[in-house]
């Protein structure tokens, strides 16, 4: 009896054991802020989140307890939000906070509207707003609310390295043509044109987005998706994206590098850094993501994606992807919130985050880091600025994972045609809206 | 799909409080409790995964919001979801393999076999993700990262394979002890695997990628690249199977409980019937006795008047002899003292076959030993012989055949005669008490029930199998006893 009482006491120990996972939350008094971070501790912007949470104290004797839970962050809170027991401030890119906290009617985090209309700029502009681009927040408004307030741009577009390119004599493209000529003279100097991890479909599906970008304009990939009797797919724009996607694959002109359907992150891009491929189709974090592994002399180069002759689409439409705050409803010290915000955004900060992180601020006075100088004309150009993946990602994530994936992925494999591809996209997206009713 | 692990909790609780003197109940214990844990943790971390992706979690159409609530108080990380699906899978294997092994007999094996899979179930748990996380140091070694997601790769397929594997070999196992085990212990071993199908078949399903998607120790620490494996028709077939199998066990604890209380039944009953037996039979034998003493006083004055002298003598012995045959009828007695030992079938048999030198034995296993009480054993055993030379008498070549040989971890004493027989209807009653196929003064048919009785109490059973007019077999199940 006794040993069968020990066994079953054993058991009992491992499960509470097993559920241990540590950690205790604490609510926020009037004297702090609780700041539930994006990063990973380590990370050059965790580094620099706390040398201003430190910065901020000294100066308004409010104390930003951080906790660094990383790119889970809203998912790690979500039990808080859904308990009334919220920190004060989160962060993450745009799609991902409005994925999770403005779902629906549900909406989580409370407006910014007042606070970048009507409170001073932190050099005494007249308003918050006047830092930024105000087409580019209002991208992620709903309802004409705004509920994020931002301190990091990013943009994708190809990067190369100039030094290789100019090796083999070959300049940045500024059209499909000139693209697929410079791959194919890379292909034939043994060099692969395209580096891609396959195993990361967000990575694959850059091509298809972008393609469709170009030859019909932003917007329609996410008509697309929102079409339940998938005849939208018709429209021969589609097919032309379609086909140029499938040029450079494996079933085409084979651009990538060997094996690239099965590469697993962060292979490709490692290989890409060592000179052994041309162009990477990527967000602007790869520059400082490789800058450890880039071989010496190595040039960072940036073009946007290829114009397509009589395409509808521009190197002047941007993409926008920002990363910056929300305060969630219920949150204790909203006041001291904003301050943090405001604080974050003055003109020294934002430049220092540039230099820091080597990435782009989301105040627009504020100077590119050096690995990232070829971005910025591309970004002063910019006459229209739109959603990363076309805001497709963002309103219909469930028919992204879903639908649009496993078809673009075995499109960019080249594993089907195009033909195959758009009449996979139309019976599925139809398919995906008729299980929803 | 979450109403599971409360009902296999309390089919848990239950059972243990029903069986609770089953020692082998521990490692079955270790299955319910075991899965209801990972599936709580699976639940948890494909909801945690589907939120972080925006996807729905089909394993999960409502309920969470409550999964979430729940995890406000527990505050498990996604590495301690995690954790919940290693501890539970650890614990699921434990038990798969030691259930059917305490099915043994044979003590020896278990521990073997729970030493065999306590291996890749410590494996399991050191592949928790916290452990990973510390030694590979993912902050720092972002270069070496494709080295690191292919080691996990490895070490995840690896995992994989023993889970399936030792989900395999519980089932193989299960059937191999199944098709070694006696006859009469079959109905027991049938009714576990038949339990134990639908359960592991659910976990294989349910678990068929595990821990393939665990999550990757990488810089950025995101869930955000893992996609959930279960498709609409996988969490079809598992709602499917969710249901098919808590039938099947709950259908299983009834029978399997039924037997139970049928077994304990039998035996009151059968106590019962011999206590009334016994005083219905001292009532009656004390009656009769008394009549022939009457009829014999009546004969002695009959005697002493001297009138039909050799009728009155006659009737004068048959009553004397029917009295002494009374008077030396077996008392039952209400509990028997029982004094065990081991002994060697070489000479328990050597006894009998200098006892009845005319029936022919043969030992394949002498110095195999069992623990019996050896005065009833060989009472048991010479029943069978009288039985066996009552049904081959008038039969022109007799025989009669006392065998041992080993089955499993059972000896098995065999008597079989090509006597009259006794047909199918009459097979079933054989044991039960006061059932004679012969009934006579002294054949009151309690020969084989009390001899099964007395087998039971040895940790064995009785079989019987005959075929009219060509043969009758009696075989006796006794446990081995190891020479520890």
Redesign the interface.
């Given at each position: 009896m006794r040993k069968?009482l020990s066994?079953?006491a054993l058991?009992a120990l491992?499960?509470l054991g097993?559920?241990?996972?540590?950690?205790?939350?604490e609510g926020a008094s009037d004297g702090s802020i609780e700041y539930v971070s994006m990063w990973?501790?380590?990370e050059p912007q965790a580094i620099f989140m706390e040398t201003m949470a430190k910065q901020f104290e000294e100066e308004t004797g409010i104390k930003v307890d951080i906790t660094f839970a990383?790119?889970?962050v809203?998912?790690?809170i979500?039990?808080?939000l859904?308990?009334q027991?919220a920190p004060d401030l989160i962060d993450q890119d745009f799609s991902e906070l409005s994925?999770?906290l403005l779902k629906d009617d549900n909406v989580l985090v409370e407006p910014l509207n007042d606070f970048l209309y009507k409170t001073e700029g932190p050099e005494g502009q007249k308003q918050m707003m006047d830092l930024f681009d105000e087409h580019l927040v209002k991208l992620y408004a709903k309802d004409d609310s705004i509920y994020f307030f931002p301190y990091e741009f990013i943009t994708s577009g190809f990067f190369y390295d100039k030094t290789l390119f100019a090796e083999h004599g070959l300049a940045s493209p500024e059209n499909w043509k000139e693209f697929i000529d410079i791959n194919q003279q890379l292909t034939s100097a043994g060099v692969p044109a395209l580096a891609l991890d396959g195993?990361?479909?967000f990575y694959n599906a850059y091509y298809y987005y972008w393609a469709l970008t170009r030859v019909m304009g932003p917007g329609h990939l996410k008509d697309a998706a929102a079409d339940a009797s998938g005849k939208v797919w018709d429209d021969p724009g589609y097919l032309s994206a379609a086909r140029m996607v499938y040029e450079l694959s494996a079933g085409g002109k084979n651009f990538f590098q060997p094996g690239y359907a099965g590469s697993?992150?962060?292979?490709a891009q490692?290989d890409w850094a060592l000179n052994k491929s041309g162009s990477i189709l990527c967000g602007t974090w790869i520059p400082s993501?490789t800058k450890?592994?880039q071989v010496d002399g190595f040039e960072v180069g940036f073009y946007p994606f290829p114009e397509v002759s009589g395409g509808k689409g521009s190197s002047a439409d941007v993409e926008a992807y920002l990363i910056g705050f929300a305060i969630p409803t219920g949150a204790k010290n909203i006041e001291g919130a904003k301050a943090f915000m405001k604080y974050i955004s003055r003109k020294e900060n934002a430049e220092k985050l540039a230099h820091d992180t080597i990435n782009i601020a989301a105040r627009r006075d504020a100077s590119y880091p050096d690995l990232l100088t070829e971005v910025k004309p591309v970004v002063e150009h910019a006459e229209n600025f739109h959603v990363s993946y076309d805001g497709a990602m963002q309103l219909y994530?469930?028919w992204f994972?879903?639908v649009f994936y496993p078809a673009d992925n075995d499109l960019v494999f080249g594993k089907i045609t195009p033909e195959a591809f758009i009449a996979r996209m139309k019976s599925e997206t139809a398919r995906y809206w008729e299980s929803k009713k | 799909m979450i109403y599971l692990i409360p009902v296999y909790l309390i089919f848990s609780l239950i059972v243990t409080i029903r069986q609770k003197k089953d020692?082998s109940l521990?490692w079955f214990l270790?299955m319910p409790?075991g899965f209801s844990?990972a599936l709580f943790g699976l639940i948890l971390f494909t909801e945690?995964v589907s939120?972080?992706?925006?996807?729905?979690n089909p394993l999960l159409i409502s309920s969470n919001?409550f999964i979430?609530?729940l995890?406000?108080y527990?505050?498990?990380?996604?590495?301690?979801m995690y954790?919940?699906m290693?501890?539970g899978i650890a614990?699921y294997m434990l038990g798969a393999i030691g259930f059917p092994l305490s099915q043994h007999p044979r003590r020896g094996l278990l521990r073997k076999g729970s030493f065999i899979v306590a291996v890749p179930a410590l494996l399991i748990l050191l592949a928790d993700p916290g452990i990973l996380q510390h030694v590979f140091e993912p902050?720092?070694v972002?270069?070496g990262?494709?080295e690191i997601?292919?080691g996990l790769n490895i070490l995840n397929r690896l995992l994989n394979i023993l889970v399936k594997a030792a989900l395999i070999t519980s089932l193989v196992l299960s059937l191999w002890i199944y098709s070694k085990t006696p006859k009469p212990f079959r109905k027991r071993s049938e009714l576990i695997i038949l339990g134990l199908v639908p359960i592991h078949v659910l976990v294989f399903v349910l678990f068929y990628w595990f821990p393939s998607h665990s999550i990757h120790i990488?810089?950025?620490?995101?869930?955000?690249?893992i996609?959930l494996p279960y498709t609409r028709f996988t969490a079809s077939l598992i709602f499917v199977l969710s249901f098919f199998s808590l039938g099947v066990l709950i259908y299983i604890s009834i029978v399997y409980n039924s037997f139970a209380l049928n077994d304990q039944r039998h035996q009151i009953g059968f106590k019962a019937r011999m206590k009334t037996a016994g005083s219905g039979l001292k009532i009656f034998t004390h009656s009769i006795k008394n009549q022939f003493i009457a009829v014999k006083l009546l004969a002695e004055q009959g005697l002493v008047q001297e009138a039909g002298q050799q009728q009155l003598q006659g009737i004068h012995a048959i009553c004397e002899k029917t009295i002494a045959r009374l008077n030396a009828l077996p008392v039952l007695p209400d509990r028997i003292a029982l004094t065990y030992s081991h002994l060697t079938t070489s000479s328990l048999l050597g006894r009998i076959e200098k006892e009845y030198p005319d029936i022919v034995v043969r030992n394949t296993v002498p110095a195999a030993k069992m623990v019996v009480d050896e005065h009833y054993f060989i009472e048991v055993l010479r029943n069978l012989i009288i039985n066996s030379k009552e049904a081959v008498r008038g039969v022109e070549i007799p025989y009669i055949i006392m065998y041992c040989s080993r089955q499993l971890d059972y000896l098995v004493i065999s008597v079989e005669d090509n006597g009259c027989g006794i047909d199918r209807a009459r097979q079933k009653h054989v044991f039960e008490p006061f059932y004679s196929t012969k009934p006579s003064i002294t054949n009151w048919g309690m020969g084989l029930a009390f001899s099964q009785q007395l087998v039971e109490s040895f940790g064995g059973t009785m079989r019987l199998e005959s075929m009219p007019d060509i043969f009758t077999k009696v075989e006796i199940y006794i446990p081995e006893a190891s020479d520890e």
């Open positions: 069968r066994i079953l058991i491992t499960l097993s559920l241990y996972a540590g950690g205790t939350q990973n501790a380590g990383g790119r889970d809203l998912t790690k979500r039990s808080r859904l308990m027991d994925g999770a195993n990361i479909s697993n992150y962060p292979a490692a993501e450890e592994q994530p469930e994972a879903n | 020692s521990l270790l409790i844990l945690y939120f972080a992706n925006f996807i729905e919001l979430w609530k995890n406000y527990l505050d498990l990380s996604i590495f301690g954790r919940l290693d501890v614990l902050d720092s972002f270069q990262m494709q997601l292919s990488w810089r950025l620490s995101t869930v955000k690249l996609s």
